[in-house]
């Protein structure tokens, strides 16, 4: 039911110069460290896609798959449990013995709506677009991404949808739902 995988990623607070100390004697003038980043440091905040290689993060082999065309998950080989997001280890019992495996490629829009305006960075030429919760056939996961295909507003609750993954840039990828007729 959550989102996309969101790898945790490496904060670039411990490469910035300490602050002055408070209290310190002020009788040789304290060089201000500048507070310009490289630019490829910002705005990651504002990047609303995961890394995806192997450096980056333990879930790489869910982009590497999506390369593929092929939209996976983890599942956990002590009990079974279906993860989405995929894990490094199972929620449910906590096991890292994991294993990658399809999702259903078909499914049918549980519910959805719009972006109108505030888009997510890279996304401001797209609106409007829809986004909504789909139930992937013959598993028990529902989740999230957006869907083309058509005008948000023919959109139905129910209407059948396939996986696709898609080129974000910079060597990226992600899925996204498209309409099936
Ligand atoms: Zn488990």
Partial sequence: MSGPPRPRRPTTAALAPPPPAPDAPSSEPTPVPSKAKPLEKRPYLLDFFPLETADQTRLHRFFDRLREG??????????????????????RCRSDDLEWVDLPDRGHVYAFSAVLAGAPLGMEDD?????????????????????????????????????????IGGGRVFYRFRTVE
Avoid: M
């Fill in 70 to 91: 092929r939209l996976s998950t983890t599942r956990c080989r002590r009990d079974g449990e279906l993860h989405w997001p995929p894990r490094t280890a199972c929620p």
């Fill in 127 to 167: 609106i409007p677009f829809a986004v909504g919760l789909v139930d992937l056939e013959g598993v028990p996961l529902r989740i999230f991404g957006r869907i083309e295909g058509r005008p948000w507003a023919s959109l139905r609750i129910g209407e059948p949808v396939r996986t696709e993954s898609y080129d």
